[in-house]
Each structure stands twice: as structure tokens, then as C-alpha cells.
């Protein structure tokens, strides 16, 4: 199938590199399912955006670590727009913490989000999928799971670090079918999340401080992220899976490296 039969679903594509992912799949001429959990205005308008420049697009709620919701969500789109063909698994959150501030329940909802939102998606969608004998899943990880030496990030990586080898393993799963799955693991990038309400003289001193460590010399941008993705995504990419893809210009701050 070519770009203009594709159907994309983005998890957490309001916002962020979720965002840019979703606009930059949909100039590519796919249809496209931007979903959110609470920010039902930042999705709209993106839609709005979308269709305004000649694309296809809906937005759809559901928490992605409910299965139930992500079924029902899936189902949504396959009335609209037909089944999924290309999903990006970009919903995540994080939680800052040492061994000293670890946290149970903000781990397991961690997990819940970054790992278990992933499986209930991909299960969704591999029926139709499988039927098609064609599929792109991308999941979108993190370089904390390779091993950054940034502080306070170890149990976030975890969930990462998780995601990332079921990626491998789902590749095997699936390969039989045609379906492809690989991963994006993006460094440090200019996002609201990453921000945190950083005043601007904070912000401007992280973002110096962490461009340093890459060989670029500058932190990301979510159009970075969203151009790996769509090479993962494309119809050309047929033979490419269970690839992990570090974009992070070059981050040279590994732990053990």
C-alpha cells in the first residue's frame, strides 16, 4: 500500500513529539487518528490543522493503559477511516526519582502507560494487520533505556528499557505477517514535558548544558523524532524490523561508554 491507503494511529498525539509525528504522517498523505487522554483542545486543533491543509484526520480519547478503551478506539477508527495500518506508540510519562524518593504507585502507573498502553495497542491492531498481511508499529522509547547518565532518571528508563526489548521480541512475533516493529529512542527534545515550567533563564541553561553532550551541539525537536518515524513508517521500509533507531545528535554521556 501506498502512503494514501495507509491509516496511522499516534497515541499521545496532541502534544509534543506526538504532535509532530502525527502532522508530519499525515503530509505524507495518511490518515491519521490523533489520540489523547485529557487535552481533548490540543488534539482538535491539530485535527483542524490537519484537514485545513487537505488531510485526513480525527481525534479520538482513551487512556491507553485501559485495554477496553483501546479497543473501542481501534474499533472508532476502522469505521472511519478503515483498519490501522502504521501505529506509533508515543504516549508515555515519566517520573523523576533516586533509590531514596522511589515511589510504588507512581512506578506502576509509569509502567502502566509506557509499557502496558503499548501491548494493549499493538494488540488491537495486529488483527487487522495480520489480515492485511502489512503493518508498521513504532514504538517510541527513549535513550534513558540505552543508558544516559542523567540523574534521577533510573526507573523511568526501566519502562523504556522494557519497551525497547518487547519491540524485539514482537518483531519475531510478527514478522511472519509482514508486519514490521521497531523503535525511535529520542535524546533530550524541546517539548512542554521536558520544560516543566523551567522559567526561561532555567530552561536556556538545560538546554546549553545538554546540547553540549551531543555531537551536534543542540537538543532535538519533535520534527527530528517524527522524521525517524516516518521512515519506520513508509512503505519502502518493508524490510526493516526489531531495530532500535538512538536519534539524539550524537549524545556522547553513556553510561559505561
Given at each position: 500500500?501506498?502512503?494514501?491507503?495507509?491509516?496511522?494511529?499516534?497515541?499521545?498525539?496532541g502534544?509534543?513529539?506526538?504532535r509532530?509525528?502525527?502532522?508530519?504522517?499525515?503530509?505524507?498523505?495518511?490518515?491519521?487518528?490523533?489520540?489523547?487522554?485529557?487535552?481533548?483542545?490540543a488534539?482538535?486543533?491539530?485535527?483542524?490543522?490537519?484537514?485545513?491543509?487537505?488531510?485526513?484526520?480525527?481525534?479520538?480519547?482513551?487512556?491507553?493503559?485501559?485495554?477496553?478503551?483501546?479497543?473501542?478506539?481501534?474499533?472508532?477508527?476502522?469505521?472511519?477511516?478503515?483498519?490501522?495500518?502504521?501505529?506509533?506508540?508515543?504516549?508515555?510519562?515519566?517520573?523523576?526519582?533516586?533509590?531514596?524518593?522511589?515511589?510504588?504507585?507512581?512506578?506502576?502507573?509509569?509502567?502502566?502507560?509506557?509499557?502496558?498502553?503499548?501491548?494493549?495497542?499493538?494488540?488491537?491492531?495486529?488483527?487487522?494487520?495480520?489480515?492485511?498481511?502489512?503493518?508498521?508499529?513504532?514504538?517510541?522509547?527513549?535513550?534513558?533505556?540505552?543508558?544516559?547518565?542523567?540523574?534521577?532518571?533510573?526507573?523511568?528508563?526501566?519502562?523504556?528499557?522494557?519497551?525497547?526489548?518487547?519491540?524485539?521480541?514482537?518483531?519475531?512475533?510478527?514478522?511472519?505477517?509482514?508486519?514490521?516493529?521497531?523503535?525511535?529512542?529520542p535524546?533530550?527534545?524541546?517539548?512542554?514535558?521536558?520544560?516543566?515550567?523551567?522559567?526561561?533563564?532555567?530552561?536556556?541553561?538545560?538546554?546549553?548544558?545538554?546540547?553540549?553532550?551531543?555531537?551536534?551541539?543542540?537538543?532535538?525537536?519533535?520534527?527530528?523524532?517524527?522524521n525517524?518515524?516516518?521512515?519506520?513508517?513508509?512503505?519502502?521500509?518493508?524490510?526493516?524490523?526489531?531495530?532500535?533507531?538512538?536519534?539524539?545528535?550524537?549524545?556522547?554521556?553513556?553510561?559505561?561508554?
Amino acid at each position: 500500500m501506498g502512503w494514501r491507503e495507509q491509516v496511522a494511529l499516534v497515541t499521545g498525539g496532541g502534544r509534543g513529539i506526538g504532535r509532530a509525528i502525527a502532522r508530519r504522517l499525515a503530509r505524507e498523505g495518511a490518515a491519521v487518528c490523533v489520540n489523547y487522554e485529557s487535552r481533548a483542545d490540543a488534539a482538535e486543533s491539530l485535527v483542524a490543522d490537519i484537514r485545513a491543509n487537505g488531510g485526513r484526520a480525527i481525534a479520538e480519547p482513551a487512556d491507553v493503559s485501559d485495554d477496553a478503551a483501546v479497543e473501542g478506539m481501534v474499533d472508532r477508527i476502522a469505521s472511519e477511516f478503515g483498519p490501522v495500518s502504521i501505529l506509533v506508540n508515543n504516549a508515555g510519562i515519566s517520573h523523576k526519582a533516586t533509590l531514596e524518593t522511589y515511589n510504588d504507585e507512581a512506578l506502576a502507573r509509569m509502567r502502566q502507560v509506557n509499557v502496558d498502553g503499548a501491548i494493549h495497542t499493538i494488540r488491537a491492531v495486529m488483527g487487522g494487520m495480520r489480515r492485511m498481511r502489512e503493518g508498521r508499529i513504532v514504538n517510541i522509547t527513549s535513550i534513558a533505556a540505552i543508558g544516559t547518565a542523567l540523574p534521577g532518571n533510573a526507573f523511568y528508563a526501566a519502562t523504556k528499557a522494557e519497551l525497547q526489548i518487547l519491540t524485539l521480541r514482537f518483531a519475531m512475533e510478527l514478522g511472519p505477517y509482514g508486519i514490521t516493529v521497531n523503535a525511535v529512542a529520542p535524546g533530550f527534545v524541546q517539548t512542554d514535558m521536558a520544560r516543566r515550567g523551567q522559567s526561561d533563564a532555567e530552561w536556556q541553561e538545560v538546554t546549553k548544558r545538554l546540547g553540549e553532550r551531543s555531537m551536534l551541539g543542540r537538543i532535538g525537536t519533535p520534527e527530528d523524532i517524527a522524521n525517524a518515524v516516518a521512515f519506520f513508517a513508509a512503505p519502502e521500509s518493508g524490510w526493516v524490523t526489531a531495530q532500535v533507531l538512538a536519534v539524539d545528535g550524537g549524545r556522547m554521556d553513556y553510561i559505561g561508554r
